[in-house]
């Protein structure tokens, strides 16, 4: 007989997605994409509590893209020394603090305009055949 260790926890749906992402980002056999789509999903639940944000996309992916990028385009507006609508500046604030956190949180912490620019793309710019042939045969992601 096999004993199995196990964790019962009364939790939400959003903190039961946001575990089971976490679980899998720990799995010693993620593939490159499934642990991009797993981080996508802590992050859609981590800020989905947010009306505004909901909005942007009907997909998980297609939110976290647009807000990181919304993110990053103000970012670098900001370094440039560019002058910021009000609107802006709140959604920068209200937003960067959680994304940042989140990102920090993350059972392996990474950037968010790392993430964005090296993770992303894998699943907005490649077809999904060949990212379903990349978690088939457990491609790393300089090999996809």
Known sequence: MTIIQAKIADVDDLQARRNSAAE????????????????IEIIDVGIGKEPEYLTVGKTPLERVHKLLSKLDSIRVSKDKGSMLSKAMDGRFHKYVEPVESIFKNLPKPLKWQSFLVHDLILLTDIPSNVQKASVKHDLNKAKI
């Open 24 to 39: 899998n980002l720990l799995r010693q056999d993620l593939s490159a994409i499934e642990s991009i789509e797993a981080t």
